[in-house]
């Protein structure tokens, strides 16, 4: 192994050492990428970096689709969008086995189409359906496992911006990538579906047979609940796969959408606006010192010929691509169980994409891919962040051990998923191909 390679090591050792110890992920990785970035090229190149990285960041007019999704996704959890459509499709659930983790499978997809975080779709349905499930008599922790798990899909399912910092990092297509996600996303949903029902032949003590029934008229009245979703839906995917806006436009359209909607049923007041532009700011602000970090870092890994010589290193140490993804699989595996899934992607794809790229992976695959393997570690014991954020928002319903019971069989399909899609690609690369 050459110098090179094993200062790249040490550097990455560090950065992952420094966030261990607490100090927040974005300067774990900025730290790093100066240090290293000074002892390659000098004072005076890392001067002028630290000095027009964050201008060409934040004046890059592409990068605008991050704040725009952001707004739409919570200017419709201000606007009670969320609890009608878990509403809706509770009801024409509630007569099946399992209905009400079935109906929050549901919803939790349909929420994932206008929001991009998981972890904030997993809070919300905690908020929403679990006291409903545990009132209900099913078991505390396949409840808030279904919840953790669900939340994931919003990684998968457009907006996603986990997505969206993946092309940033690697130059591939924003509006690819959505595309990408939507059948591996509906595919994802569909295992659950059918997981849940197989859970309850299982298990019957953990899913009770339900009495509710709603009447046919109350059903369809309930889709009404279920219409803002859908506009939006349409505005933003339709019009990416379409060609006619691109994922910035599209996603100031769902924002507008969003509001126009909120503010004509009158669902949401001026403080509740200004709430979702301030939170919109924040969580901005936090993803685009988050980018030029892992920017930094990827400045010095090049410029220090690591990339390089990692590619030629794993290229030609007679690894298959297979066993190479595999190895992929477990490092995110790991890391999952420590760092937010946003994080993990910058930390890791300066390094782990030009070896894709060495390879002749497809990229738009290898990104959804990436995708699902960081979103299992989120919701793997004993540190998975779903997890946590399931609890947190449970106040005090469940335990975090009893959420370590009910995300096991979650975990399970996941991983036979992920197997489906690496050995599919064309589920993956299907709808991106098919782009006007």
């Known amino acids: 192994m050459t110098d090179v390679l094993t200062n790249g090591l040490i550097a990455i050792a560090a950065m992952i050492a420094m966030a261990g110890f607490g100090i927040p992920i974005a300067f774990s990785i900025g730290i790093v990428g100066a240090v290293g970035l000074y002892m390659t090229g000098g004072a ?20 605008a689709v991050i704040p725009m999704f952001v707004l739409m996704g919570t200017i419709a959890a201000f606007s009670g969008i969320i609890s009608e459509l878990y509403t809706a499709v509770n009801r024409w659930m509630e007569g099946l086995r399992g209905g009400l983790l079935m109906a929050t499978t549901m919803a939790s997809a349909g929420f994932s189409a206008i929001s991009g975080s998981t972890i904030v779709n997993a809070a919300m349905f905690t908020r929403i359906a679990l006291p409903e499930v545990i009132a209900r008599g099913y078991h505390k922790g396949l409840s808030a496992g279904v919840i953790a798990a669900a939340g994931t899909f919003a990684a998968l399912i457009p907006p996603s911006l986990t997505f969206v910092i993946f092309g940033i990092l690697t130059e591939q297509s924003i509006g690819k990538l959505f595309m990408a996600g939507i059948l591996p996303g509906i595919f994802t949903a ?39 979703m859908l506009v939006l839906v349409f505005i933003v995917l339709g019009g990416i796969y379409s060609g006619i806006t691109p994922p910035t436009t599209a996603g100031a359209l769902g924002a507008t959408g969003a509001l126009a909607i909120a503010v004509l049923r009158r669902r949401i007041t001026a403080g509740q606006v200004w709430a979702s532009a301030r939170e919109t700011a924040e969580l901005t602000a936090v993803l685009f010192v988050l980018i030029i970090a892992g920017l930094l870092f990827s400045r010095f890994l090049v410029l220090s010929g690591f990339v390089s010589d990692l590619t030629g290193f794993v290229t030609g140490s007679g690894l298959s691509p297979g066993m190479f993804i595999l190895l992929m699989v477990l490092m995110y595996f790991v890391l999952g169980m420590f760092i ?21 992976m497809h990229p738009i695959w290898f990104g959804v891919i990436l995708c699902k393997m960081i979103e299992i570690g989120v919701i793997t014991p004993p540190v998975g962040l779903n997890l946590f954020a399931v609890v947190g928002a449970s106040e005090g319903r469940v335990t975090i051990g009893e959420v370590y019971v009910g995300i096991l069989p979650f975990i399970l399909i996941e991983l036979v998923i992920l197997t489906v899609l690496i050995l599919i690609p064309e589920i993956s690369t299907y709808l991106p191909d098919t782009m006007m």
Do not use: H, N
């Open 44 to 63: 005076t190149f890392l001067f002028v970096m630290v000095q027009s990285l964050p201008y060409s960041v934040a004046s890059e007019y592409s990068f």
């Open 190 to 228: 569909a295992c659950y579906m059918a997981a849940i029902p197989l859970i309850a032949r299982i298990r019957p003590d953990w899913i009770p047979r339900s009495e509710a029934r709603s009447t046919l008229r109350e059903k369809v009245l309930g889709l009404r609940g279920i219409w803002p």
């Open 340 to 360: 937010d899934p946003l994080s993990m992607l910058v930390m890791t794809v300066p390094f782990v994409f030009p070896v894709i790229q060495a390879y002749g």
